[in-house]
């Protein structure tokens, strides 16, 4: 993962390392089974080693975490969620293009 920018958030702690962050999340629901979230994981790694320190960025695996994923009604991966304040500012859902993906993410800043 791309030094320490990326990580894993679960059912345990998503509460706190993303709700509760103190400054905006992107968070992949993804599953090891998953094509496209396998294309769509370098992708992201290469977005968080550039704006890592201003946004948290995080996977969370779907067949891992059950609680959190049903709880943002995640039906289709890969889907990434964009918070800020703790709440969901916006929603991206299939494998996109880094150039997409940056646009996406800079709705946080």
């Known amino acids: 993962m791309a030094e320490g920018k990326l990580f894993?958030?679960?059912?345990g702690n998503f509460d706190q390392e993303i709700l509760k962050a103190d400054r905006p999340a992107l968070v992949d629901f993804w599953a090891p089974?998953?094509?496209?979230?396998?294309?769509?994981?370098p992708i992201v790694e290469e977005v968080a080693?550039?704006?890592?320190?201003?946004?948290k960025f995080a996977k969370v695996n779907v067949d891992d975490n059950p609680?959190?994923?049903?709880?943002?009604?995640i039906?289709?991966?890969?889907?990434?969620?964009?918070f800020k304040d703790g709440?969901?500012?916006?929603?991206?859902?299939?494998?996109a293009p880094?150039?997409?993906?940056?646009t996406f993410v800079k709705k946080g800043l």
């Open 87 to 95: 709440k969901v500012l916006d929603t991206m859902i299939g494998l």
């Open 33 to 41: 089974w998953c094509g496209p979230c396998k294309a769509l994981g």
């Open 75 to 82: 039906r289709s991966i890969p889907t990434l969620l964009l």
């Open 8 to 11: 894993e958030a679960n059912d």
């Open 49 to 55: 080693a550039v704006y890592g320190d201003r946004i």
């Open 98 to 102: 880094k150039d997409k993906l940056e």
């Open 67 to 73: 609680r959190t994923s049903a709880a943002y009604g």
